[in-house]
Nanobody, 117 residues
């Protein structure tokens, strides 16, 4: 059974920072790309950041220079450091992995991030 457990969401004022964590179990963590998605009310879920098994990263244009994704394969954990937060970053943030073993897409339960102006 694959579990992705997110933590670290909350409410901050614009310009503030939050750090999201995602602890994974049930997969060979080091073999998999890890992703952070977000979904705002009435919007489609969008990819925010991705980190490959080798540690290469990609970001949505809207968060480049403000967000940083990182991972620790020994801890089976991926983080999303979010700085200079804006009200438009308000969304539910989801940890995601497309398992290289099963081809199944797994999602965490989501964590709410609210940024007030």
């Amino acid at each position: 059974q694959v579990d992705l457990v997110e933590s670290g969401g909350g409410s901050v004022q614009a310009g503030g920072s939050l750090r999201l964590s995602c602890a994974a179990s049930g997969i060979v963590f080091s073999n998999n790309f890890m992703n952070w998605y977000r979904q705002a009310p009435g919007e489609q879920r969008e990819l925010v950041a991705r980190i490959t098994s080798a540690g290469n990263t990609n970001y949505a244009d809207s968060v480049k220079g403000r967000f940083t994704i990182s991972r620790d394969n020994a801890k089976n954990t991926v983080w999303l450091q979010m700085n200079s937060l804006k009200p438009e970053d308000t969304a539910v943030y989801y940890c995601n992995v497309l398992s290289t073993l099963t081809g199944i897409n797994y999602w965490g339960q989501g964590t709410q991030v609210t940024v007030s102006s």
